[in-house]
């Protein structure tokens, strides 16, 4: 049965009452366009048959549905399976989406792409796509991410991208998506802003999803395969949001489906100490559109906090607004401790370091495991590998590497 | 309805003036100052007023206006406050203030209750506001609240805006039509583009509307360039990168004041040619 959960946006970027746009009349056009020539790849046989070439022998997909044996049994509960995201080339979920908007930038015949990063996933993802394709290539990244994820920072450099320090506001991921758009709003008409969330102006939230939404069609389909039967649960960390709504989307209509989205619970539910947007967040506007957000009563964002660069951000993806609104998915928190928790039993159980935000993820997994019985699975995105994060880690468990 | 914004652009026509607005930031350093700023500028003869609302994630700022809300907003800059702090200022005889315009992300207005931001604004002295996060295409139900709270809703035209949307953006604005002189965001530059002068001129058969230009503008030869056929001008950058100066501390407050009202002077005279 098909119910309209999944038929949105409508034409004008809504998702119910969120999405849209609000930004400055300078990008308005720009947008106009965007959204034509995405609506014309969409329909075009030519551009979906490259994507799926360089998803198929570039990113590495389908990559595989996991059964996490050790894990499950560790838990004594529901059957955990993960969707492999962190063996993409790259080793996260946003190669996905750079690929498709890589393409969508040259159909469009612009040479110079600008993106945000935060945990340098989305910068490496960029710069990987730019490099693939010759295209220049420039990052936005808060100078504190940089501090904590040097090791992308290099990576983008080796790649041929520019990485550009943000040293306004928290100099975080909310800080980079700023500084892209301001350079957007001079460049707009040499430059597309590949955007690396499900946030920001219509068409990027449905656009972005649509582009990620492979991670979820994989997932049903081998589930289905491996299973016999749909999942029980599907749960995925939630940033922005753009591995969970790729995640879940191809799940909307499946009402025996249960979502879950895993915010940034940080230090605790304290204003300044998570990122936990939709769980805390009132209604509001950040970044052209209009979804829930953390800011105080005057509307000015507030400080956010997360172990966690990927999840570091104090909105969320106006998709994931809607389907908080319609009871259709369910968002908790998970707190540092139980991230950095997540963390190490995944490496010691599974032989796999996932990345600090996918360790949010598993947290709960391992929480509704328990709860779950044993005829139950639980799909879970693995949205990355973690290499990136074993210097923050070591850090924060006070060993040297 | 006339509104005093339409009347001051109407008496300058009639005088063959273009119309001065500095931009200021409110509470940057504090809103005790932004009074005497606007008292300053009042008798500097400067013709409007845009005050711009501190907002934590500007997306159409340069850097001299993004680090001027993040001073005000440290130093605990609320809207009420401001309303209120403006509504004394109104209410006082001794000073005549030109219309003021507020500058505001749509963030803010949302977030506080538009109905209530209207009312508030329009008590505290406010003629009209200029929301830029706001495109014409979002800000129909907006419009009709601005409206009635007897406010004009002023809308931005880009150079990047295409003809269609230009017709449909004129035809909901009203008050002025701000015309962003360059794609970008606000800051100082040297040079107006050559453009500019065939964009104002294909406005102007759009639209009756005053045109007041924005973005980039600092000097009277800039003035100059856009004398017969600009409305008027919008100076930002250039003013509020004084506001600098209130925390040197070689310099006093009377002092800083006074050369951001020297300076406004002389762009007000610039208007007179
Ligand atoms: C590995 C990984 N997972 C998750 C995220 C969170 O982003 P989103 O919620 O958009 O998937 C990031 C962002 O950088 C990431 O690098």
Redesign the interface.
Known sequence: MTTSLSNVPDS?GRFGEFG???????L???LEELTQEYEKAKQDPAFQAELDDLLKHYVGRPNPLYFAERLTEHCGGGKIYFKREDLNHTGAHKINNTMGQALLTMRMGKKRVIAETGAGQHGVASAVACARFGLECIVYMGEEDIRRQKLNVFNMKMMGAEVRGVS??SKTL?DAV?EA??DW??S??TTHYIIGSVIGPHPFPMMVRDFQSVIGKEAREQCLAQTGKLPDHVIACVGGGSNSAGMFYPFIDDEGVKLTGVEAGGRGPEPGEHASTLSYG???????S?GY?L?D?????MDVHSISAGLDYPGVGPEHSYWKDSGRVNYTAITDDEALEGFQTMARLEGIIPAIESSHAIAYAVKAARQASPDETIVVCLSGRGDKDVNEVARLLGREI | MTSSISEKFATLKSENRMAFMPFITAGDPDLATTVDVLKELARQGVDLVEVGFP?????????VI?ESY?RA?NNGF??HDLFEALKALSADESVSLPPLVGMV????????GADRFLQEAADAGFSGLIV???????AQEFAEKTRTAQLDLV????P???ED?TRR?VQAANGFIYC?S????TGVRDELPPELTAHLESLRSLTDLPLAVGFGISKPSHVDTLRGKADGFIIGSAIVKQFAAFSDPDKTRDEVISSIGKYAGEMAAATKG
């Not at chain 1, 849209?20 to 300078?26: G, H, I, W």
């Not at chain 1, 009132?282 to 052209?288: E, I, P, S």
């Not at chain 2, 809308?155 to 880009?158: I, N």
Request: hydrophobic letters at 35%.
């Open positions: 004008s849209r746009r609000f930004v400055p009349e300078t308005m056009h720009a306004s506001g909310r700023n758009m301001r709003m001079s707009v008409e009132a209604k509001g506007v950040l970044h052209g209009f957000v800011q009563d005057d509307g000015q964002t | 907002y934590s994630d500007p997306i159409a700022d340069g850097p993004q993040t907003l609320h809207v992300s749509y963030a803010i207005i949302f977030r506080y830029p996060d706001l495109p014409g295409d979002e809308q931005l035209v880009s990047l805006t295409p949307r953006i962003i360059v794609a970008g965001t």
